[in-house]
């Protein structure tokens, strides 16, 4: 069985807990996997947080913002690490071993999964980063384009590829209608 867990686009400054940011964040942690449903569609009616369409620029709001927790969260960890280090933990050195490639891409702007070591994807998980995580981008566009897509979501797709990730299109307008019949 699969289980969706909606959490509700992240602002910028979640992090550092604006919004509803340490909430959110918090639900993330705990999800297999991240799906960003991205606005891809063009409506005067529809306002958007930042003014404008972008999701790129959205989804990179969001990934930023779970870089920046969890950097946070390996620093805090760090700490604790190091001082069992010194003692000769080998346990804790290990785990520091692992976690300064992922420190290190946080600190390069990149998400974590990109500098998980071979072999190490299960202490990896273990560690709760958000940004090890794998990712799918949904692109939600307007009936017309829900055969193709659009402008919006082709940036998206590039985005996804360059990545490593999937993209998908939809039509939320034409889901909703169909689930109402």
């Given at each position: 069985?699969l289980?969706?867990?909606d959490?509700?686009?992240?602002?910028?400054?979640?992090?550092?807990?604006?919004?509803?940011g340490?909430?959110?964040?918090?639900?993330?942690?705990?999800?297999?996997?991240?799906?960003?449903?991205?606005r891809?569609?063009?409506?005067?009616?529809?306002?958007?947080?930042?003014?404008?369409?972008?999701?790129?620029?959205?989804?990179?709001?969001?990934?930023?913002?779970?870089?920046?927790?969890?950097?946070?969260?390996?620093?805090?960890?760090?700490?604790?690490?190091?001082?069992?280090?010194?003692?000769?933990?080998?346990?804790?050195m290990?785990?520091?071993?692992?976690?300064?490639?992922?420190?290190?891409?946080?600190?390069?702007?990149?998400?974590?999964?990109?500098?998980v070591?071979?072999?190490?994807?299960?202490?990896?998980?273990?560690?709760?980063?958000?940004?090890?995580?794998?990712?799918?981008?949904?692109?939600?566009?307007?009936?017309?384009?829900?055969?193709?897509?659009?402008?919006?979501?082709?940036?998206?797709q590039?985005?996804?590829?360059?990545?490593?990730?999937?993209?998908?299109?939809?039509?939320?307008?034409?889901?909703?209608?169909?689930?109402?019949?």
């Amino acid at each position: 069985s699969l289980e969706f867990v909606d959490i509700a686009g992240l602002v910028r400054g979640a992090s550092k807990g604006e919004g509803l940011g340490n909430q959110f964040l918090a639900n993330i942690r705990e999800v297999d996997a991240i799906i960003h449903v991205l606005r891809c569609f063009e409506d005067g009616d529809v306002t958007h947080v930042e003014g404008s369409v972008d999701p790129v620029r959205d989804a990179e709001t969001v990934e930023t913002e779970l870089m920046l927790a969890d950097l946070e969260s390996l620093e805090k960890r760090g700490i604790a690490l190091a001082k069992r280090a010194r003692g000769g933990d080998k346990e804790a050195m290990a785990q520091m071993a692992l976690i300064e490639p992922l420190k290190a891409a946080l600190e390069a702007g990149r998400p974590a999964r990109f500098a998980v070591p071979k072999g190490e994807e299960e202490a990896a998980s273990r560690l709760q980063l958000m940004t090890t995580k794998p990712v799918l981008y949904v692109c939600n566009v307007e009936e017309a384009s829900a055969a193709t897509g659009n402008a919006h979501s082709a940036h998206v797709q590039a985005m996804a590829a360059a990545q490593g990730a999937k993209a998908v299109i939809v039509s939320a307008a034409i889901e909703a209608e169909i689930s109402q019949m």
